[in-house]
């Protein structure tokens, strides 16, 4: 079975956890994912420089400085910055999620495969994973409920059918 490593940069943990589950659901019975997160900027841009990651997901908007910078969060400028050496390093297929539909442009300018904005429709982000991984839509069969249940199948299976007649055993 096929190995994907997923690179997650995110602070939020609510969204990690959606998006994780969205790359399983598209993987699954695929290949196996194995997901390192990360909430802060400088690990993410060691991390993605690594060429280690199959496919990098990253929510621009949420991710945290290092311990000790004047402010917690990081510039949208400094995200672009760090994405676009990571797109020229290694051509790891990117997804980043955006805040407002406004930086869009500046997120896809840095070399990103596809920017969602929020709302996020899961089912656009599956399908552009399942694109980038080049992995098949997995469809299922609807199997045909069993209407009568258990009980109902126990007692219609002990009835005796109405035009069956007794049979007479002569020996």
């Known amino acids: 079975m096929r190995k994907v490593n997923l690179l997650l940069g995110n602070a939020e943990r609510r969204t990690s956890n959606l998006l994780e589950a969205a790359v399983l659901d598209v993987c699954y019975d695929q290949a196996a994912v194995e997901c390192v997160r990360t909430s802060r900027l400088e690990q993410f841009q060691r991390l993605g420089c690594s060429g280690a990651f199959d496919l990098i997901i ?30 020229s390093g290694c051509g790891t297929p990117l997804l980043v999620l955006a805040n407002s539909p406004e930086n869009e442009m500046v997120l896809l300018e840095t070399g990103a495969d596809a920017v969602f904005s929020r709302p996020l429709v899961i ?21 045909a409920p ?26």
């Open 58 to 87: 990253v929510a621009a908007e949420n991710l945290e400085n290092e311990p000790g910078r004047r402010t917690p969060w990081v510039e949208l400028s400094d995200v672009a910055e760090v994405l676009h050496r990571i797109k």
């Open 123 to 143: 089912d656009n982000v599956k399908a552009e994973v399942r694109r980038l991984l080049d992995l098949k839509e997995i469809i299922e069969e609807a199997v």
């Open 146 to 171: 069993n209407r009568l249940g258990f009980w109902g199948g126990l007692v219609r299976g002990l009835q005796r059918p109405r035009n069956a007649r007794p049979e007479l055993v002569t020996d």
